[in-house]
């Protein structure tokens, strides 16, 4: 069955904040699980998603979505905006729950152990392989799947999805705030 009516701009930001955001909680569990060689609960909620990559995938894809055929801009762009993206997410983090999430300060050029530049040229090359590859392929599996979903129920996934991430934000910081 094809839809011809759509979901709104937002609705699919929100979709595409919400499948970033649940990789990069994965890439965060993996990262650990190879460097740790154990499963540690990464990120700030409760439910399997890190609202950092989320949000710098919304920050790619609202604003660097023109940078396509501009690889060493977007990967001098990108590097220099998620490193201050990074440093100020850490900083309000620490100061709001006194937790440090990630702590860089062994690594070669670090700032105040909130970044480095290892990781900052991750966010550049990342950068690159988000717009280029990453994104076009997602948009298309998202389309596709959108497709073959009646309009009001993608509509209620997407609501429900808000209050869930509303309600995981909420628990988690309450719990943050009493614990610490």
Not at 133 to 138: A, D, N, Q, T, W
Request: positive net charge; aromatic residues 20%; contains cysteine.
């Amino acid at each position: 069955m094809e839809n011809k009516k759509s979901i709104t701009k937002f609705q699919k930001i929100v979709i595409y904040y919400m499948i970033y955001a649940f990789i990069g909680w994965v890439a965060e569990e993996l990262y650990c699980i190879i460097s740790t060689h154990e499963f540690v609960k990464r990120g700030f909620l409760f439910g399997p998603i890190c609202p950092i990559y989320g949000y710098g995938a919304l920050i790619l894809i609202l604003c660097f979505k023109d940078y396509k055929k501009k690889p060493v801009k977007l990967f001098f762009l990108s590097a220099i905006i998620f490193s201050v993206f990074e440093y100020i997410t850490d900083f309000f983090l620490q100061a709001l729950f006194g937790i440090k999430w990630w702590d860089y300060t062994g690594y070669f050029l670090n700032l105040n152990g909130r970044i480095t530049l290892s990781f900052s040229l991750v966010w550049g090359f990342g950068s690159l392989i988000f717009i280029k590859l990453l994104h076009p392929f997602i948009t298309k599996i998202v389309e596709k799947v959108l497709s073959k979903i009646p309009i009001k129920v993608q509509s209620i996934f997407v609501n429900t999805v808000i209050v869930l991430n509303i309600l995981d934000t909420l628990a988690s910081s309450v719990v943050y705030l009493c614990i610490f």
